[in-house]
């Protein structure tokens, strides 16, 4: 065999091995997508540290509001955040998860100019679509005023610590802070 023939050979054999190699990659990243509940479209943004370093949070001034979602994904109905939960899925999405959500799409809505239709709870064994409604809208509203409020209340009276459990306290945020830290 000639060295042309033997280049010719290990050219498509270089060839083949990168062919497979791609549709391996992309087989892998379609599992990967499909565990994480992401829908169709362009992952924009990840803040799981395994894809790349989570950027600024989403801010906004007039809410006094700031998040990072776990995923933006861009899709044809513009961008829907994706958060992931650790735990196994309750029959419904928990309140608090759908308003963190919310909270979400309130930030994408400032920055964008454009509220997300919806946003996704991803769950260890479920993935429920949560539509950003003005309903959902003005029960989060509702809500960031009433912990304006109530944020306002405490730093005049103070808030006593409301449990006994010293781990807890050892994973506060505000444990160097707190004069009844128990950590």
Known sequence: MSNLQ??????????????????????????IRSAAGLPPGRLA??????????????FSARYGLAGKPD???????????????????????????????AAYCLLLEEAEGQAPPYGLLKYKDAVFEIRYTYAVRDELLR????????HSWSSEHGVPRGHNEPRRCAGCGYRSMCDESLA
């Open 45 to 58: 943004y990840a803040d799981t540290g395994d894809w790349r370093p989570p950027e600024k949070p989403l």
């Open 143 to 150: 809500l960031l005023d009433e912990m304006r409020q109530w």
């Open 71 to 101: 995923y933006l994904v861009a899709t044809q109905s513009g961008l829907v955040p994706v958060e992931v939960k650790s735990s196994l899925a309750p029959a419904e999405p928990y309140p608090s998860h759908v308003l963190q959500l």
């Open 6 to 31: 033997v280049g010719d050979v290990l050219l498509g054999l270089v060839a083949i091995t990168a062919l497979l190699a791609g549709w391996i990659a992309l087989r892998w990243g379609s599992r």
